[in-house]
Each structure stands twice: as structure tokens, then as C-alpha cells.
């Protein structure tokens, strides 16, 4: 069993930056893809970012050009950059990593930006 511990959400300006953080532990971990999804109300949930074991990255459309992701392996870590951040950035962000090819999902952290 994976628990993932998610940080950073709150409210930001329009054009402002955020940083998500979220902490996976739990016993004997090999994690594999680490990202972030999120979900607006009324809305499926949808692709952030991605970063693969390897280091490869893939990004959602809507924020490509906007995002940072990255990992520290050894905290077992990964960090979602955002910048430029407009209201319809709103939304609950969801980590997602992958352990021992088991997907687990985080709480989610609210994002709400402002006009």
C-alpha cells in the first residue's frame, strides 16, 4: 500500500505561480510514473504532467508551455511547477503514482485562481 501526502494548493492571482508537492511512502517503493491530474467542477479529470523513472515528461495541452514537473527520487517526491496561472486553472489536483505497476491516487489539493 502507497499513501501519497499532497502540498501547495491555495489561492493565486491570475498570473501568479504555485508549487505542488506530493510525498509517496509506504514499504519496499519502486516507483514508476509520478504526475498530476486535475479535475474542475462539472468537468472530467484530465492530464497536468507527467515524469517518467527515466526522466522523460508529458504534458496536458492546456498547461504545456506553463508547467514544470520534476522528482527526487530519493524522497520519493515529485513537484509540480505552475506558472501564469489563469482562472481556469481552477481546479482539485490529483497526484498520481504508479507503484510496482499499481496506480494510487492522492486526496487532492484545491487550486483556485483569481481574476
Known amino acids: 500500500q502507497v499513501q501519497l501526502v499532497e502540498s501547495g494548493g491555495g489561492l493565486v492571482q491570475a498570473g501568479g505561480s504555485l508549487r505542488l508537492s506530493c510525498t509517496a511512502s509506504g514499504r519496499a517503493l519502486s516507483l514508476g510514473r509520478m504526475g498530476w491530474y486535475r479535475q474542475a467542477p462539472g468537468k472530467q479529470r484530465e492530464l497536468v504532467a507527467v515524469?517518467?523513472?527515466?526522466?522523460?515528461?508529458s504534458f496536458g495541452d492546456p498547461v504545456k508551455n506553463r508547467c514544470t514537473i520534476s522528482r527526487d527520487n530519493a524522497k520519493n517526491t515529485v513537484y509540480l511547477q505552475m506558472n501564469s496561472l489563469k482562472p481556469e486553472d481552477t481546479a482539485v489536483y490529483y497526484c498520481?503514482?504508479?507503484?510496482?505497476?499499481?496506480?494510487?491516487w492522492g486526496q487532492g489539493t484545491q487550486v483556485t485562481v483569481s481574476s
Open positions: 515524469i517518467y523513472s527515466g526522466g522523460g515528461t
Open positions: 498520481n503514482v504508479v507503484n510496482s505497476l499499481t496506480a494510487y
